[in-house]
């Protein structure tokens, strides 16, 4: 598995189907929240919530940190479940 710093973010790169060929390759993008809800319960260690955003290609990337620039969770006194999305549904 690699890992990417490209712009802001840490970018993994995976592959479909675990198949490690070029054509299969895809980006994922994670953010943590950084709402002060979720900043106290990172400084206590516990979860906090997330998104993780799927990029077919890396033209596509900043199209994705454009989005996650602005992002917060709905309610950072929950727990949410992570929430995953693909770069076309942004």
């Known amino acids: ?4 710093k490209m712009g802001k973010y840490y970018v993994r790169v ?4 675990g198949i490690a060929k070029e054509e299969n390759k895809v980006f994922e993008v994670h953010k943590l929240c950084d709402c002060a809800w979720c900043r106290e319960k990172y400084l206590g260690r516990t ?3 997330k998104i993780t955003i799927t990029a077919e290609c890396e033209d596509e990337i900043e199209k994705v940190e454009r989005f996650l620039d ?7 006194e929950k727990d949410l479940p992570i929430v ?3 770069a076309n549904q942004i």
């Open 47 to 49: 979860r906090v919530n």
């Open 84 to 86: 995953f999305m693909k």
């Open 1 to 4: 598995m690699e890992v990417q």
């Open 70 to 76: 602005g992002w917060k969770c709905a309610n950072g």
């Open 14 to 17: 995976c592959y479909r189907n």
